[in-house]
């Protein structure tokens, strides 16, 4: 596997690691006998890694955004200096066809076709080598600018490059963990039809009311609340499918307020919050690595989406390991 100079320690053990989960049955295996609770846990395990490669993908997507704007911001400030260059550059030759046509180079002959004005001499003579100076000191200025950029936007496309390169290969990690997970849900509902019988499946509780309160946080949950029963969508924020960071952005982005499309970039950009505060609106985010973000909604519930082959729902605050809380927008 070649991986980009650039890529982070992170991305490298998610890379690895999702490689070791993958090489765990080979593609097209036939399935073995059902084993309910070995399958429930490689699913889990395989279930938890995808969300790692999908965090990782988001955060590197949101890179490669910041850095294809920068590319485009240096190719403005390159066209200007171009211009700047080109403007000063015509300057300096017309003042030299003015001295070539005329066969006369001394200062006089140049001032009169500048200014049409010689009658002070000596101030003149200095006017013209202060311009001559500050024609070559600005020529020297825009050309070393303009040199600096071409550098600075070379590397930047090269960093895009690689960046790309990686986003290609988490894209290749993804779905090799998904034909996995495949495999591994159809092993758990073989399992659950073999212990079920003709028995029929319990409908699911219907979850509470979205919280009739005004301000951002309520608008949030109840954007959240119309997304349920859509979809998990890796790299997704709407509007069919969501991915977990991809709904809590897209959440907020209904209350007004930006976030990023990643659960560890979106921890970073929120002030904190203790449990005892948590209110609905909140942000929830799970595992010491931060790969999963879920709207806390009240009375000890969330919702989220939760993982591939699943759809939006509401759960358990402690349905999997908190990291911590947070309130967007203060």
């Not at 955060?59 to 700047?84: F, K, M, S, W």
């Not at 002070?120 to 020529?139: I, K, N």
Request: a positive charge; charged letters at 25%.
């Amino acid at each position: 596997m070649v991986v980009p100079t650039n890529v982070s320690s992170r991305r490298l053990v998610s890379l690895a690691a999702s490689v070791v989960i993958v090489l765990g049955a080979a593609p097209g295996a036939a399935l073995a006998a059902p084993d309910p609770a070995g399958t429930a846990r490689q699913l889990a395990d395989a279930s938890e890694q995808l969300e790692v490669v999908v965090e990782d993908y988001n955060d590197l997507h949101e890179d490669l955004l910041d850095t294809q704007a920068r590319i485009a911001a240096l190719g403005v400030e390159l066209a200007n200096l171009e211009r700047g260059l080109a403007d000063r550059r015509g300057q300096v030759a017309r003042i030299a066809a003015t001295a070539y046509r005329t066969g006369r180079t001394d200062t006089v002959a140049v001032l009169a076709v500048l200014d049409g004005n010689s009658s002070d001499l000596v101030e003149s003579l200095m006017t013209l080598q202060q311009l001559g100076r500050d024609q070559r000191d600005a020529l020297n200025r825009l050309t070393d600018s303009r040199d600096r950029l071409t550098v600075a936007r070379r590397d930047a496309r090269a960093l895009a490059a690689a960046q790309q390169s990686e986003e290609r290969q988490l894209d290749l990690r993804k779905r090799q963990i998904e034909g996995e997970i495949v495999r591994l849900t159809e092993l758990r509902r073989a399992a659950g039809r073999a212990a079920a019988g003709p028995r029929a499946a319990a409908p699911a509780p219907a979850p509470a009311p979205p919280p009739a309160a005004g301000g951002a946080g309520a608008r949030a949950v109840r954007f959240a609340y119309a997304q349920l029963g859509k979809s998990y969508r890796w790299g997704a924020s709407g509007p069919d499918g969501y991915d977990c960071s991809g709904l809590t952005s897209a959440a907020w982005a209904a209350a007004g307020v930006r976030l990023p499309h990643n659960a560890a970039r979106q921890w970073r950009a929120v002030p904190h919050v203790g449990r005892s505060e948590l209110r609905p609106g909140d942000l929830i985010f799970y595992y010491p690595s931060i790969h999963h973000v879920a709207i806390y909604v009240g009375g000890g519930r969330m919702i989220h989406a939760p993982r591939t082959g699943e759809q939006i729902r509401v759960d358990a605050v402690d349905s999997q390991p908190v990291h911590g809380y947070g309130r967007p927008g203060g």
